[in-house]
């Protein structure tokens, strides 16, 4: 079985990336489970997004890695309830978004346990000087971020990690346009607060 679903898998269509996200979401509710050749087209297109998405939310890369796993199996157990009221980039951001919602506290706790061990251990340790100059623009970033609310951040996320225009953030969070446009620029007026406290 697992055999046969590899070969599936592995099977190349001609011309399949040239279709739409909508004709291949037709695709993968017509074939899937037994044939995952239109299911692998959209991870192609969309795991980098995914992974990208998830690692702003969570930041760490092993938890980013496990969770944008998980949230790409709800997409392969949740296409058929895909209506096309929306983009499919749309609806797999929201899937993805409450995913990692759902799993970011458990996430936290567990870090924060690492994090008390891993601080025991220090101050069992010898003294190793740090440079703090080498601190990356990046981890300021982050910080920055890791300050705001979650719709603050989450709202940057769709804009600038994943792209997604004004109209796609607002059918994203069902809310109105110019509602979708104040929260965008609220959340990067607390961006720009946050950051500058870094």
């Known amino acids: 079985m697992v055999e046969a679903l590899r070969k599936l898998a592995s099977r190349n269509v001609a011309g399949l990336e040239e279709l739409s996200d909508a004709e291949i979401v037709d695709l993968c509710k017509k074939e899937l489970p037994s044939d995952l050749t239109a299911y692998r087209e959209l991870l192609r297109r969309y795991e ?9 939310f969570i930041g760490s890369k ?6 944008a796993q998980d949230a790409l199996i709800q997409v392969f157990h949740k296409i058929h309830q895909f209506e096309g009221r929306s ?10 978004h409450n995913y990692c919602r759902n799993r970011v506290s458990k996430i936290i706790r567990k870090r924060e346990g690492k994090e ?4 025991h251990s220090a101050e069992t340790q010898p003294d190793v000087q740090v440079d703090k100059k ?17 719709k603050e951040r989450a709202i940057l996320v769709m804009k600038f990690t994943t ?18 446009k104040m929260r965008l620029y609220r959340a990067l007026d607390s961006f720009k607060e946050f950051y500058s406290k870094v």
């Not at 997004?49 to 702003?56: A, F, G, I, Q, R």
């Open 48 to 56: 980098g997004l995914v992974y990208n998405t998830c690692m702003k």
């Open 62 to 67: 092993q938890d980013a890695e496990e969770v």
């Open 87 to 96: 983009a499919f980039k749309t609806w797999l951001y929201k899937i993805v």
């Open 116 to 119: 008390s061990y891993e601080k």
């Open 134 to 150: 080498e601190t990356k623009l990046s981890e300021k970033v982050k910080e920055a971020m890791d300050k705001m609310k979650d």
């Open 163 to 180: 792209g997604m225009t004004i109209q796609e953030i607002s059918d994203a969070m069902e809310i109105g346009l110019s509602a979708a």
